[in-house]
């Protein structure tokens, strides 16, 4: 898995110029968009999921869709979807990496954090 992610990073990388990366790490608005939308926005919303009534999401689910919306997106999907949408490319490839270097550390900070404010979650048949 290591070795695949890291053929991902030289692949997306060797294309990429040093001043378009440079370029893409200054843009601190995009970043601060991303990083916020990565780690507050969407952990919001996650917890905002806690709120739907047992019958309609259940704690195990609960948790699941929590712990998804801490965790920083995929390198893959961003660069395809910018590349779609005819976006900033080289930019979205600096965010992608940036976040996803940052959610080593802040995906488990998020989730011990989060889990502090889920529903209990049961072991199936017990309760």
Do not use: D
């Not at 790490?25 to 919303?45: D, E, H, K, S």
């Not at 709120?51 to 609960?62: G, K, N």
């Not at 502090?116 to 017990?126: A, L």
Request: aromatic share 8%; charged share 5%.
């Amino acid at each position: 898995m290591t070795a695949a992610i890291a053929l991902l990073f030289f692949l997306y990388g060797a294309r990429l110029a040093t001043a378009e990366a440079l370029s893409g790490l200054r843009n601190w608005r995009l970043q601060g968009t991303v990083l916020g939308a990565t780690f507050v926005l969407f952990p919001l919303i996650g917890l905002s999921a806690l709120l739907l009534p047992e019958w309609l999401l259940p704690a195990p689910l609960a948790a699941g869709v929590v712990f998804l919306c801490c965790l920083p997106s995929t390198v893959q999907s961003s660069i395809a979807f910018t590349g779609i949408a005819r976006g900033n490319v080289p930019a979205a490839i600096v965010a992608a990496s940036v976040s996803n270097v940052l959610g080593v550390v802040l995906t488990p900070v998020l989730a011990g954090a989060a889990a502090g404010h889920q529903r209990r979650v049961h072991p199936v048949g017990v309760r």
